[in-house]
């Protein structure tokens, strides 16, 4: 692990402590003495602060420093493993009112928003077995699973209505106020309805 280098002796300042205080909105020097104390007893690691700043704002303002790794990787889809891929795609693609993308019968199915971004996806697996949730020790465990945002309670209601007729049913166990409602996907996936 590396070492935060002292800048401030006097006042116990450390170099993280000075890029933490321009994180927090330090633009000055000044800042950084309001927001730390660094400098604000002898005055000699001034200098120091001053050049520490300066470099990294130069560091922050380099185009594209951290831009070819972000843009060169997308999340193309989430991928639910399940003992039916079709019958569990339809279900989530009558839900969201998506549509069907990708099709290997047996094994894949992904659906695709209208708008387009990232695709849900099914994988076919003979030897699943769905999560026990709440989680029981011992039992398989949820890894994940989808919060689907709703407008107002109205939209709730019946976002909950089409998901208990498509075959989803409610879960024994609610957390949380009534902005959230958890049910169970028809291969026992959890997933929320949330007001957002
Ligand atoms: S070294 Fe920073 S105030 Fe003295």
């Given at each position: 692990m590396?070492?935060?280098?002292?800048?401030?002796?006097c006042k116990?300042?450390?170099?993280g402590?000075?890029?933490r205080?321009?994180?927090?909105?330090?633009?000055?020097y000044?800042?950084?003495?309001r927001m730390?104390?660094?400098?604000?007893?002898?005055?000699?690691?001034?200098?120091?602060?001053?050049?520490?700043m300066?470099?990294h704002?130069?560091?922050?303002?380099?185009?594209?420093k951290?831009?070819?790794?972000?843009?060169?990787?997308?999340?193309?889809?989430?991928?639910?493993?399940?003992?039916?891929?079709?019958?569990?795609?339809?279900?989530?693609?009558?839900?969201?009112?998506?549509?069907?993308?990708?099709?290997?019968?047996?094994?894949?199915?992904d659906?695709?928003?209208?708008?387009?971004g990232?695709?849900?996806?099914?994988?076919?697996?003979?030897?699943?077995?769905?999560?026990?949730?709440?989680?029981?020790?011992?039992?398989?465990?949820?890894?994940?699973?989808?919060?689907?945002?709703?407008?107002?309670?109205?939209?709730?209601?019946?976002?909950?209505?089409?998901a208990?007729?498509?075959?989803?049913r409610?879960?024994d166990?609610?957390?949380?106020?009534?902005?959230?409602?958890?049910?169970?996907d028809?291969?026992?996936?959890?997933?929320?309805?949330?007001?957002?």
């Open positions: 590396a070492v935060d280098k002292m800048i401030c002796p116990k300042v450390t170099r402590d000075v890029l205080a321009m994180a927090k909105g330090a633009e000055k000044k800042d950084v003495q730390t104390g660094a400098g604000t007893k002898c005055g000699k690691c001034e200098a120091d602060i001053r050049k520490l300066k470099k704002r130069e560091e922050k303002d380099k185009p594209g951290h831009a070819p790794q972000a843009q060169a990787i997308t999340l193309d889809a989430l991928v639910l493993e399940c003992p039916d891929a079709a019958a569990l795609a339809d279900f989530y693609a009558a839900l969201l009112g998506w549509q069907r993308g990708h099709v290997e019968p047996g094994e894949w199915v659906i695709v928003s209208p708008g387009g990232t695709k849900l996806a099914f994988q076919q697996n003979p030897a699943y077995r769905p999560p026990v949730w709440p989680d029981e020790p011992g039992a398989p465990q949820q890894q994940a699973h989808l919060d689907l945002a709703v407008k107002d309670r109205a939209a709730m209601r019946q976002a909950v209505e089409l208990l007729s498509l075959g989803a409610l879960s166990t609610q957390y949380g106020d009534d902005k959230w409602t958890t049910l169970i028809p291969a026992g996936h959890p997933f929320c309805f949330v007001i957002w």
